[in-house]
């Protein structure tokens, strides 16, 4: 859940619930695709800012990482 912030799950349970309710409003119609395309559009957002969070992490470890090497190589001189 740390990479999921309240505005990414507000966004899905808005969207969710949107979806229902037109689900109610226009029934199993033609507008199905539409409204399913609108749900998926939004889960794709979220998926794409956790994966751009995990890749955040990884740059982060890694540049420490560098960040310690250049560190000890500096005491060395």
Same mark, same amino acid.
């Given at each position: 859940m =740390? /990479?999921?912030? &309240?505005?990414s799950i507000l966004v899905i349970m &808005?969207?969710?619930i949107l979806f229902v309710a037109a689900l109610f409003f226009t029934g199993f119609? /033609?507008? +199905?695709?539409?409204?399913?395309g609108v749900f998926l559009v939004s889960v794709k957002l979220i &998926?794409?800012?956790y994966k751009?969070? =995990?890749s955040n992490e990884k740059i982060?470890?890694?540049?420490k990482k +560098? =960040?310690?090497? &250049?560190?000890?190589?500096k005491d060395r001189i």
């Open positions: =740390k /990479h999921f912030d &309240i505005g &808005i969207t969710f119609t /033609h507008d +199905i695709l539409l409204e399913a &998926i794409m800012a751009n969070s =995990k982060e470890l890694e540049l +560098i =960040k310690e090497l &250049i560190v000890q190589n």
